[in-house]
């Protein structure tokens, strides 16, 4: 098994920043695509952006490309999520997700471990 403990979460304005955390702690050897999702009320789960095991690919929602940058930190089993230029529309609860293959990277359907989700609010 696989646990995911994220943190970062907050209520921002339009034009802000922040950066999401997710510590994999358990099997870890046994990740190779961990990555962020998101969800409002109603809507399916989002892929916001993945990176593989050792960080040589990422992948982002075209809706954030420019604006998001995933990164990892291997030795922690951290992955980190930089949000910049936040929008309203980036108002949502995230999620962190890790896998054990790579296909599909940016499909809730590869991901086997979620993390329980932490909001992000932007006013503006």
């Known amino acids: 098994q696989v646990q995911l403990v994220e943190s970062g979460g907050d209520s921002v304005q339009a034009g802000g920043s922040l950066r999401l955390s997710c510590a994999a702690s358990g099997y870890t050897y046994s990740i190779n695509l961990m990555g962020w999702f998101r969800q409002t009320p109603g809507k399916e789960r989002e892929g916001v952006a993945t990176i593989s095991r050792g960080g040589g690919s990422t992948y982002y929602a075209d809706s954030v490309k420019g604006r998001f940058t995933i990164s990892e930190d291997k030795a922690k089993n951290t992955v980190y999520l930089q949000m910049n230029s936040l929008t309203p529309e980036d108002t949502a609860m995230y999620y962190c997700?890790?896998?054990?293959?790579?296909?599909?990277?940016?499909?809730?359907?590869?991901?086997?471990?979620w993390s329980q989700g932490t909001q992000v609010t932007v006013s503006s």
């Open positions: 997700a890790a896998a054990g293959w790579t296909l599909r990277p940016l499909s809730a359907e590869t991901f086997g471990y």
